[in-house]
Structure formats: C-alpha cells, structure tokens
C-alpha cells in the first residue's frame, strides 16, 4: 500500500515579520502546527511523522527556541533532508528593519534579543544572526508592505492542501517610490504612459475607474504596449509551467502605484484568467 503524502514546513524569520499569523493561517488550512518545540525534539518528531505519512506539519522556529542556533538549524534542515523521504521546506519570512521597529513600538512588545537596549538594535542583532537563513530559505515571505489578508493569501496559495493549479501567478501593481517587490519575478515600467494625476479631476481616482481607464486608453503607445505584454505572457506563462514553476509574480509600476501600475495590472489580470491560469491580484501601494 502507498503512503500517504507527507509535507513538512519549518517557518521562521524575524522577530515581528508575522510568524504568529503564519501559523495561525496553516492551521486553518489543516496542517499541523508546533511552534518553539526544542532543536533536541524536533529531528526524531519530523522523522516519526515522515515514516507515518498522510499528516502534513509546519514547526515554528526562531531565537526562543531551545537550543537554537543558526548552525544548528541548518545542520538540521541538511539532516531531515537526507533522512526523510518527505519534502522538508524553509520557510523565511522577511521585512524591513524600519517596518519591524515600528511593529514593536506600537504593539509594546519587547524584541527577544534587544536585553533591556533599544529595539532597533535587537532587530540589528537579529539580522545579522539570521542572514545566512535568510539565503538558504525555500521560500521567502517580504511582509512589509503586505496587508494581514495579502499575507493569507500568499500562504494559502502556497500551501493550500486542497488540489490546485501547477501554477500560481500573483499580478502585483506597485509604487516605485516604496519599492520594488522583493518577491517580483518580472518586473515592468508603467511611467512611459500618460499619468492621470496631472489631471485635477482624475488625481483622487484610481486605475479601476473607467474614466482614468479611458484616459490612460488614450496614450498612444497603451494599446501595442499591451497587446506586447499579452503576447510575451503567452510565450513565458507556458514556459515556466513546463519547468515546473510552482509560483510566478508579476509586478507592475508605475510612480504611486494608483492610476497606471493599477490600470494595466487588471488589464493583465484578467487576461490570465481569461486563459486558464490561477492567478491572484494585489494592489500593493493603492491604499
């Protein structure tokens, strides 16, 4: 008899990035959750339940956890990988330093590696600590510009255990003055086309509304640039199906990431849709 399929998901990251909310999400899409069990514990529990099948586990592991250490942990990862017969993933969930500061500052919670200084040198202390995790990371989560719901979405995409597609593509409009998203796998220009928020009347507005719609429409240049970007999706999308792409991000902006960025991302969007493929859209920057 074949055993049943056995997934197994260590999560960790920096202190602030989300982890709580991370375990939380698994255990609403049915995994099994431990969080902080002792280094010691953790390789004789993963191989029981790699041996079992059929029970899929995510473990939270960070600086609190007995026994921790980066060298460990690694060490452990390259163990449980060659040991078990089950996928063994790293899970690395990612943010600002500026971002997890003011985290900490408004929920007043004390960083686990400030001791009694300030918290922006525990948060120092703590990606120097984590920086070689950070590399070796499976999957890497940036939460700082993402919304708790984004942040959901992304995991249940990820690690939703019902059956879905080969290929999930994530269409990200974004502002360039906040950045480029770190989890961008293609990345394009919007600032080439005609910009709505010179227009007094279009300014509060945004990229889903059909007048700014129509006056971006009215560049000259939207109509073959869209139709390029359709017939390259066309060519790429099947290719990195074929690889065995398992997650895809494209993001699109333009300078606040409200009028153009958003205008073309629901154009793309919906033509993804409109040919098969999962795909999900986040506005990043249109709050």
């Known amino acids: 008899m074949e055993k049943a399929h056995t997934r197994i998901v260590l999560i960790t990251g920096y202190s602030g990035a989300g982890k709580s909310t991370a375990l939380k999400q698994f255990e609403d899409l049915g995994w099994e959750v431990a969080d902080n069990i002792p280094l010691s514990l953790l390789s004789p529990l993963v191989r029981d339940i790699s041996r079992a099948g ?26 449980l990988r060659s040991d078990t017969d089950s996928p063994v993933e790293l899970l690395f969930l990612d943010c600002d330093s500026d971002v997890l500061q003011r985290r900490f500052t408004e929920t007043r919670r004390k960083h686990p590696l400030a001791n009694g200084r300030p918290v ?56 360039y003055k906040r950045g480029i998203p770190r989890e961008a796998d293609l990345v ?86 409109e040919n098969g493929y999962f795909t999900q859209l986040i506005h990043r920057d249109l709050e």
């Open 188 to 273: 394009f220009d919007m600032r080439f086309l005609r910009n709505p928020y010179y227009d007094e009347k279009l300014r509060p507005l945004t990229g889903q509304n059909d007048k700014v719609v129509a006056y971006i429409s009215e560049d000259e240049s939207f109509r073959p640039f869209l139709q390029q970007l359709k017939s390259m999706m066309d060519l790429l999308l099947p290719r990195y199906k074929a690889e065995g792409k398992s997650y895809l991000t494209v993001a699109i902006g333009c300078t606040g990431g409200r009028h153009r960025s958003v205008c073309v991302s629901e154009n793309i969007h919906g033509y993804m849709m």
């Open 120 to 175: 922006a040198d525990g948060i120092k202390a703590e990606r120097n600590l984590f920086r070689p995790l950070r590399g070796q990371a499976d999957i890497r989560i940036d939460t700082t510009l993402l919304s708790l719901p984004d942040l959901r979405n992304q995991l249940i995409q990820r690690f939703s255990l019902n059956d879905s597609p080969t290929m999930t593509i994530t269409v990200m409009s974004f502002s």
């Open 54 to 79: 059929g029970m899929n586990i995510v473990v939270g592991v960070d600086t609190r956890t007995r026994g921790f250490s980066v060298d460990a942990l690694s060490e452990l990862l390259q163990t």
